[in-house]
Structures are given as C-alpha cells and as structure tokens.
C-alpha cells in the first residue's frame, strides 16, 4: 500500500514540473530548476517560494487525500458460516442423534428410580380372574329399632308373627310384609299367626287374608284375648285343622258397621256397597267353617259373642289349647341354640 502511495506522490511531483517547466529531457528531480514565483495574494513581492517546495507539498496533499479515501472504504462482510442442520444429509443425522439420547437419558432415570424404589414397578398385565356365580343367600329378618322390636323379630326367626290392636292398613302392611319375607325364606315351614285385636277396617283385613291364601306356606292362627269382628274372620281363615283358640279367649261375630251420610242416590250406592261386604264376609266364613248360609247370616245379624269352645262347635276354630306344645307344627327349638 505504502509503495502505491509512493509511486502516485512520484508520478504527481513530474506532472507538477513538466507543467512549470522544471523537468529536463533527462527526468531526474534534480535538473528541476530552482525556480520561484512571487505570492500575490497580499503579500510583498519580495518574498519568493521555491517552486520545488510547492510541488512537494501538493504531492503530499494528494497522498494524505488517497490514504483517507482508501481507509474510509467499509471492510467487506465475511462470509456467513453454513448451519449444519441446513446441509443435506446432515440434518437427519442430527436429529436422529437427538432422539437416541434423549431415550438413553431416560432408560438412565428408570434404572435410578428403580434402584431408589425396587417396589414401585410398572404394574403386570393380569388376565382377567373368572368369577364364580354368585350364591343365593336365605332372606335375613330386619334389623330390630327397639327391645320390642328385637323380642318379636327373635320370634319372626320362628315363624311366628301378631295382629295385636285395630286391624288398618298399618298393621296390614306389617303382616303382609312379615308373611311374603316367610315365604321367601322357606315356602314349606308353617307360619303361626297370633291374634289378639277387636277388628278395624274391613278392606285392610280382606287384605290380610288374600295374602294368607297367596302365600305358599299353611297359615296357623291362634286367638289370645279375643278376635272381634274382622279379626275373627281372619282366625276362622287360618289352616284347616289348625285355628287355636286359648281357653280364656273371646270370639264375636258381626255384620259390618257403615255410616252411610249424602244424596239419595249416594246413599243407595253406599247401601249396596255395604251389602256386598256383608256377603263377602258371610262367604268367608261359611267356606271355612262349614256352616250354611242361613247358619252364618243369622249369627252375623247382631253381635254374636263365642267363648273358646263355642267357637269350636260353630266351626271358627278347631282347637282349643292351653300349653303351646298343642300346636302342631311349631319348630319351638329355633332360636334357642338347639338342635
């Protein structure tokens, strides 16, 4: 660079005197002639300049303008490296390369934390276990709220069951419930029914005496205390051969009682409902007592009170007992732990 600079500063110091005339037909700098010219521009005319002095000073005035022209020219940009990825052939084995260590980065993980926790395993696929059928369990009685709750369901485990009070739908639905539970457990075993009530609502008791016969085990009914009107048309339903009546039990017969208020022609309505109910009851009665008609009608006209053995003769009951070991059937050992 410095030897391009030298040869443009030569090469104007030439054009400077040939100009002026200072250069010989030889081209040697040294048969310039000293020659001189007088500065006009406000100085004395006395005052001269070598003309050589000027012509080295605009050879060096172009030298430095070269130099600084040449160092403000911006460097040129450097080649942009390739990216790897980019180059085909190499970008599928970079990634490939990735993928294998990540999945040994994470085979490493799970030999550590299995060496932490030898237990925790990834779970087993197991072949689904065969069920076997389920068995059938025995029907199990209701769970007891109170102690006497829990005296009559130790009873209900024998078999045993009560109409105690006014026959309604209440007591209706217990009995229905008790029955329809026995028959469940056991369709063969008696059932024993107890009844000590005055009667009630006639729908409720022809209830109770549907699901007497609907059930599949024979139905015993005994009378403690005394079994009034429907009640004692559901003693007189029980089992052929086994109704019991205690000795100081009392048993009435009656037609039934309506309260019959309205139009007229709603009366008439209500007295022949009334009417059918009678006939149904007297129906009852007779089929199972096996007195006639005339027998039953008369004897449900009023209120017809029986003692234990009257009601023996009239055919409501077929026996009367006092000790419990009288009633045929009875499975008294259950519950008792004896076998």
């Given amino acids: 660079m410095f030897r391009a600079v030298a040869r443009r500063a030569v090469a104007s110091v030439g054009a400077l005197s040939s100009a002026v005339g200072g250069v010989g037909t030889g081209g040697s700098t040294r048969a310039i002639r000293r020659r001189t010219f007088s500065s006009g521009a ?29 160092l403000e020219k911006p460097n040129p940009t450097p080649a942009a490296r390739p990216n790897p990825e980019l180059i085909p052939g190499k970008s599928t084995a970079s990634k490939s390369s990735k993928a294998a260590a990540a999945v040994e980065k994470k085979e490493i993980e799970k030999k550590e934390t299995e060496k932490k926790d030898p237990e925790k395993k990834e779970p087993e696929k197991k072949e689904p276990e065969k069920k076997e059928p389920e068995k059938k369990e025995e029907p199990k009685a209701p769970v007891a709220k109170s102690d006497a709750d829990l005296f009559y369901a130790q009873l209900l485990t024998q078999r045993r069951i009560f109409l105690n009070g006014r026959v309604d739908d209440k007591s209706a639905h217990t009995l229905v419930g008790k029955m329809l539970f026995l028959d469940a457990a056991d369709p063969t075993k008696p059932i024993v029914m107890y009844i000590n009530s005055g009667g009630g609502v006639v729908t409720s008791g022809l209830a109770i005496y549907d699901v007497m016969q609907h059930v599949r085990p024979p139905v015993y009914t005994v009378c403690l205390g005394h079994a009034e009107s429907m009640a004692a048309v559901l003693l007189c339903a029980g089992e052929k051969g086994h109704r019991y ?7 009435m017969i009656h037609q039934p009682h309506h309260v019959v208020s309205g139009q007229t022609t709603d009366i008439i309505i209500k007295a022949k409902k009334a009417e059918h109910t009678r006939e149904t009851l007297s129906e009852i009665i007779q089929a199972h007592s096996g007195k006639g008609e005339g027998e039953v009608n008369a004897a449900l006209e009023r209120d017809t009170y029986m003692t234990a053995s009257e009601a023996k003769k009239f055919g409501i009951v077929d026996h009367t007992v006092t000790r419990i070991t009288e009633i045929e059937g009875l499975d008294l050992d259950k519950g008792n732990g004896k076998k």
């Fill in 42 to 70: 406000g100085g004395s005319m006395d005052s001269k300049i070598p003309l050589m002095s000027v012509a080295l000073g605009a050879a060096a005035t172009a030298t430095a303008y070269e130099a600084a022209r040449s």
């Fill in 245 to 251: 009546a205690l000795p100081n039990s009392r048993i």
